[in-house]
């Protein structure tokens, strides 16, 4: 039988041990990097999916929202009710002046009554 050559035995093991807590290391390492960006992914995931809440949230106010032809006709039914407000403001400053007149005439009427 052929001699064992123990130097070399201890070498090759600390050579294959040293090796081997390398290669644990980067799979450490490796393994690590995958779960932060793991989570990375996730929170991204998230803040997308609020932000896709947010978008439908403003289509759907958007679509409700008046466009241009129903803001035109709201115009003109402003117009159309400041010129009514306009007759009705120009009507009763015309019946305040036949109050104030039958005012003045009963004023007189009543003084010549109980002047009399």
Known sequence: M???????FKFLLDVVWKVGTVAVLV?????QKSA????AIKE????????????????????NAPNHDDLKELSHEMRALTASVSKQTAA?????ADVGA???????????HIGN
Do not use: F, P
Request: charged fraction near 25%; aromatic fraction near 4%.
């Open 2 to 8: 052929s001699e064992v050559n123990w130097d070399v």
């Open 27 to 31: 799979w450490m390492a490796l393994r």
């Open 36 to 39: 932060v960006n793991s989570t």
């Open 44 to 63: 991204v995931k998230e803040e997308v999916d609020l932000l896709k809440t947010d978008v439908t949230v403003i289509k759907t106010q958007l679509a």
């Open 92 to 96: 009763m400053s015309g019946i305040v």
């Open 102 to 112: 039958m005012k003045n005439t009963v004023n007189l009427l009543h003084k010549h």
